[in-house]
């Protein structure tokens, strides 16, 4: 896999992400978006709000990297190479083993939701928007510590299939959430 073959895919996969997102979380409103069984356990908004929050801040770190990044003629010869830590990020979020993991605080959803939905289409948009801007930058070059510590360092080629991997998890768990036999309306 290289730059191009993301560039390819990665904004219709954005797209699936949003119009998931929406089919789970759409017909939810009130409490139903808030509800959670547990302490533990995160509501649809909550859920959302985090991967938001994620994309977000990746971005704001991403974008300064991406503008100073040396162009290529060639995204077919960019490869995924990157950060130590964007490469064990993406080794653990696709990991057929499921391990559950703490969001670090800079990730941690709020209680309470704003426009859950209407903000992670608007982060996804934003990657999309990204990707198009900086097409013709070496995102594999493109490398910034991550929101969680400066220490931690990706690039841009990365960052960008770890938020629709990191996505297409969450909304798995949203979707065993609104599964539940507990669930309001189920």
């Known amino acids: 896999m290289n730059q191009a073959d993301l560039l390819r895919e990665l904004p219709g996969r954005y797209d699936a992400l949003i119009a998931r997102a929406r089919e789970l979380a759409g017909p939810l409103s009130g409490s139903r978006l808030t509800w959670s069984p547990d302490d533990e356990t995160w509501s649809a908004a909550q859920v959302l709000d985090h991967v938001s929050q994620t994309v977000e801040g990746y971005?704001?770190?991403?974008?300064?990297?991406?503008?100073?990044?040396?162009?290529?003629?060639?995204?077919?010869?960019?490869?995924?190479?990157?950060?130590?830590?964007?490469?064990?990020?993406?080794?653990?979020?696709?990991?057929?083993?499921?391990?559950?993991?703490?969001?670090?605080?800079?990730?941690?959803?709020?209680?309470?939701?704003?426009?859950?939905?209407?903000?992670?289409?608007?982060?996804?948009?934003?990657?999309?928007?990204?990707?198009?801007?900086?097409?013709?930058?070496?995102?594999?070059?493109?490398?910034?510590?991550?929101p969680v510590s400066p220490l931690l360092r990706a690039s841009a080629v990365q960052a960008f299939l770890i938020h629709a991997v990191h996505a297409e998890r969450h909304l798995g768990q949203l979707e065993r959430l609104l599964a539940r036999q507990d669930f309001p309306g189920a």
């Open 59 to 146: 971005l704001a770190k991403m974008r300064p990297a991406l503008a100073k990044a040396p162009r290529t003629d060639s995204p077919e010869s960019v490869s995924m190479k990157g950060g130590l830590a964007g490469a064990l990020i993406l080794k653990t979020l696709l990991s057929p083993k499921r391990r559950r993991l703490p969001a670090p605080r800079a990730f941690r959803p709020v209680p309470g939701t704003g426009d859950a939905l209407a903000r992670f289409e608007a982060a996804h948009r934003g990657l999309v928007d990204a990707m198009s801007e900086f097409a013709d930058r070496d995102w594999s070059r493109a490398m910034f510590g991550t």
